[in-house]
């Protein structure tokens, strides 16, 4: 596979998912959502600002610390160009950590993994 076709498969951006008639996850996407393993194990109860801000957190700290789930997502999820969750698009959410882990070079993974690890 050359360097641009890799590139150009990883995820660009998340898609709300949706429970109304006729919606249809892409092809060309991947749910991040429950029941995956790729889902936030920390989703906050009420949506707020505030309240997914700090399970976003949670999830990059869950993830830095789960070696194994951080390389099989970012192994599988790099094939997709969309991630989809049920967050709504203008609130902070776990896919878009799955986004940046899966465009990272894996130098800037390594540093990312070894900040802040709690």
């Not at 505030?50 to 999820?77: D, I, M, S, W």
Request: proline residues 8%; glycine residues 2%.
């Amino acid at each position: 596979m050359s360097d641009t076709t890799e590139m150009s498969a990883r995820p660009q951006g998340r898609i709300q998912l949706s429970r109304k008639k006729g919606f249809r996850l892409p092809a060309d996407a991947a749910s991040v959502a429950w029941p995956t393993r790729w889902a936030n194990p920390y989703r906050p109860l009420v949506r707020s600002l505030e309240a997914n801000l700090a399970a976003v957190y949670q999830y990059e700290t869950y993830l830095k610390n789960h070696p194994a789930l951080l390389t099989a997502g970012r192994t599988t999820l790099k094939r997709y160009h969309w991630l989809a969750c049920w967050c709504p698009p203008e609130m902070p959410c776990h896919a878009d950590v799955w986004i940046h882990v899966c465009t990272m070079t894996d130098d800037d993974l390594a540093v990312w993994v070894d900040s802040e690890r709690e």
